[in-house]
């Protein structure tokens, strides 16, 4: 580990302590930034020593935080909550935002006649059912004003979607708007026309940070720091996209550079959006509730769940 | 009927070579009834195997009926030292096997192939699966199923030797009747002395490994022929004796005509 | 036959009472020590967390709510499964006759089969997508896909381990490549190929799952994802339960057939 | 032996040259017609878009520039297999082993075995970190799961289909149970437990591919999965093609040891 | 040493049940040699795998050495039928098989093994595996098996069926020279009238299908015995005249002794 020996010496009168993290999906840009917080040695800083695991999804991570195979892992928010709905995820806790908006989005290519919302209709998209996107599609199109049921929506598993869409499958897919790069270079010089679902939906959040309800009530100040970290990594990742994807390439052999670093470009956006100041991680538990009320207005989950049973305010950054 | 010239014929396997049969030259008229008689091991199965096509011999060349043979005829039957019957077939459609493979009707020859087995002692065993069979009785299942097809020519090796000695004389008598009514050729693997006398024209005598031709004996009895002391009791006497003779020439000990390599 | 110990006697008919026993009193005992098992690591001494692997009585909970929705993705996938296995037995079969019929086919082609089979088959997902579209037709090669091998392999070797006597028969006979095939080396081969058969189904029914995952539009193998997706495992949990018993009942089908297809096998080895 | 056409002689030895044509040959034609087909849709009329199905000369070309790393993937990967499969060979055969020695044990276990195969394995992931952990184990379980089944089936139909006749001999000379299995069953089932180890390997590599999605950290599954999420199907491409590369070669050393060991075999049935 | 006492048997199968024996009573004293005969299909294979253990009477008891018999014994060798030879073991393996599953040491039987071989005809096939040998030798290799573990009771169903006139007598005279030497209890079946005659004490003959005791021949010729013309030839020929009939006795036909049902 190539910490630099100042940071080593500061730390190395106590043993650090273990802390496993899962990354929200295999080791891609927009997860670089747990790599960098380790790399550069935020995490030892603060007595810490992180294992990085690759993630596999919201669904996936939530059971792994809940059944204590790892202790914090980036989710959907939306995911969460939906999952909460249906009386599941009971002892996971939201402690940060990662991302303050949703990045769910719906792309495609210019040519397939899609510019705008209103062009969806009479199109096929594809996603994986129970994905974010495709959860939230019906709620998108009330509130972009277009008809969802002249939408086709067709199956299509995480890893197979780029390729549908390039092959001219299927008019759009779901995506993260941090996407648009990677479908753009297997598209060969068409581009990608995005439709970030964050147009319409302010107020949901993208991934928020999570552990279970017992490490926040039983071990608050190692969470405090490691969010802490973990936001730093976050910020520096997205201040020097190219040295994260150096950094995550260095870590994960399998991982490419270029588009890690666009990524990291792109995301910097929704993790710190114009006009929230200098803090990254807030939650706004306004907006968790108003996010709430959007899927129960969609009938997606039942009525009764508050921010507060959600978000644990001690651990959050503040602003 | 039956050419055979110059005849040889060995196995290799990882342990050396056999020389089965070498030299063999013999030829069967049509009609014509030859037993082959021979120590344990001398060639007699592989002889067979030869003329039904099921073997190429390593040298030599054997013709039926003008023929030269390179691959198995179905006017040839060959009835197999053990029975080989199908395991999944009941007694009577393991009869009327060739029937099926030769693509003639079924319903035609069902009476016949009946008939056969209940010649054969097997009446009301035609349902019955090969393995609820005694050995005996399996062997008479393939002695039928070699006579369904009305043969030409039949290789029968060691056909009786499961079966008791009143069976085998029934059968023996009911053989010599389908070689005489269908003046059929037939080459006929035996260990019994007795049997090679009583039904064939000559009987060809091999030498233990490599089997080669040691003597052909020809019996001048007048058929058809029967068992027991008759008007030919000297002949058959004279001949048993000689073949006898002829067996055990090639040494007191079954080991002088034993060796592997 | 179905007598208990070791001694031998004449074959005689087992008391039909007893066969009950054993064809349903075992597999329900079975059944309960693997229920009892999932109980007691899940409920009585929970060492698994619900969240990865609920307790029954939450995925019985979750089944008797969502009955409906479970049981038509039961039947749909349950047709899927049926359908692309018996094109797998079709297909397989084929295949498994044509390597068995030339040793220059086989030595051609079963390493590209070995390699097909290797592909992990998500990674054809997008491949059958794009050149079958949604539906039925990805689905059904995808259960091809996953279950072909085994019947392949296990017909080609059944098909070429003829008894030698029995192929000397069939020779002797003069008999066509086709009557050979029909009459002694097919039979003489179902034992083998049941093998493959009863390997296949399980693998049928993943295949289904996952032509599901990726191009389906219901059935169980969406439910599964639909529901781990928003970690509802309960439900999910419920479908796998639902997957697996269809297996099993598809599988003893099977016995079934073979059972009654080759008597002949039961009587001429010996069991135990 | 490798003697083309119909008509049998008398067994002799076969040239070597005549050997290793058949040896090699055929599998090099096989493999050209192979990569040709990939061509002529990729290439020569590009049916098939390269996102989803990448020309063989870029798979060649990203082989080339990721090497190294494909070939460490390739290295943990076969490692991984070849350990789960000798872990499911030993445990199959046990299994199948106590299956064949009761009926109890086979009625009240195999529903069970039928029900774990056919469960999807991809539903199993959470389950296996949370219990094992991350790295050898939960792959090497995903392995075994994946791989077992065939193995104990055919060594159970192996077992349980002893010719009656050597089972009585056995029997005659009251050999213990132990001693029946290892002089009689045992060899008997041979050519049976092969069938099983044959299809059980190329799923052995599936379960190796299965288990590194879900918790490895390395080895061509990763690969697939990192290269498919940045959408360089080249590279994935190249990481399936040595996956399957693989495979074959598994399977061929496995055809190998078959021949090797059960020479009696091939002499006493009969081929085509 | 054995001892039959009201022993039946029955098969059935799905289409009917065969009554292979019937009130079989028989008592084999210790060193005795005891010839069985029958038509085929009368059950003296099924009467053989009875005293063997093998297979568990439908009604009746048998008794061997004071014990009931329950399973196989060690101190009875059965020799089938068919060889019943293992295909993946060579010859000298085969042989040595009853002394593997014995836990006795091979190396100290290799020997023994190979002098069997060697009586039998066989040295220099010590090595092949079974499949390389014709019907008759593979009939003598299963016929050193069981004799290699020098076993107390001796059970043979038609050991010499498949070999010529010669090594049959040769391998009588060796059979009679162990039984005299060792003492042993033997049950042969045979279909020979000559052979049983040559080698018996007592002969039992039996009825076809149900298979019953019809009568028992004893044969009052003082060993060694010698095939051919002797002192004792007129009592050879009135015991073989003697069976003959007994044999033929029920019928003229093979098909009145077989009924499925
Ligand atoms: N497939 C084979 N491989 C190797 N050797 C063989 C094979 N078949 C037969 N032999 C050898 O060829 C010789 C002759 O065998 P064959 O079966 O023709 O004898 P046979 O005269 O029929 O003997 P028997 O009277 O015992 O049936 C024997 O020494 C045998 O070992
Ligand atoms: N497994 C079985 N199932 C059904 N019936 C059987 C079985 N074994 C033998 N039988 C029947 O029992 C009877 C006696 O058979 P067994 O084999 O004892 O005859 P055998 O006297 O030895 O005849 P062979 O001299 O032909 O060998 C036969 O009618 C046979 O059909
Ligand atoms: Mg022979
Ligand atoms: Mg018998």
Redesign the interface.
Known sequence: NPDNPQQTSTSSSKPLEKVTYLTS????GRDAYAWVAKDKGFFREVGLDVDI??G?????N???I????AMFTPVDLT?LL??RG????ESIVVVAGIQQHTMAALISLQGNGIATPKDLEGKTLAD????VVR?LFPTYAKLAGIDATKVTW????P??L???L????VAGIGQFVVGEP??E???KGRQAVVLPYSDVMNDLYGNVLVTTTKIAREQPDLAKRFIAALMKGLVHSIDNPDETGQILKKN?????VA?AAAECTLMSAFVRPEGSGNVVGTIDTKRVARSIELLQDADAMPAGLTPDQLVSADLTPKP | MIELAGVSCSFSGRSGVVEALRGIDLTVAEGEFVALVGRSGCGKSTLLRLIAGLLLPTEGEITVAGERVTKARRDIAMLFQRPALLPWRSVIDNVLLPVEIFGWRRAAHRERAARLLEMAGLAGFEKRLPHELSGGMQQRVSLCRSLIGNPRVMLMDEPFSALDAITREELSVELQRVHMENASTIVFVTHSIDEAVLLADRVVVLTPRPGRIREVVEIRIPRPRTLGRNAHFEEVARCSADLHELLLGFGTSAVAGETGR | MAEAGDTPHARRFVPSGRTTVTAVGWPALGLAVAVGGWWLITSAIPLIHPAVLPPPAEVLTAFREKSAELLGGLATTTLETVAGFLLSVVAGVLIGLLLAASRAAERMFSPLLVAINAVPKIALGPLLVVSLGWGQRPILTMVFLLSFFPIVLSTTTGLTTTPAELADLARSLDASRWQTFRKVRLPAALPHIFVGLKVAMPLAAIGAVIGEFQAGEGGLGYQIVQYSGIADSATAWAAITLLATMSVALYSSLVLVERLALPWVRETTSER
């Open positions: 999906f295999g080791n891609f695991k690759p596999s999804g919201t669904g996936d939530i059971s792994k809940e059944a204590g195979a995911g939906l999952a249906n009386g599941g995820a994986s059912p129970g994905s959860n067709v199956n299509g598993a890893a197979n780029i390729g549908l390039a092959s001219g499958t990677t479908v270079s297997v598209a994960v052999p399998a991982a490419v588009p």
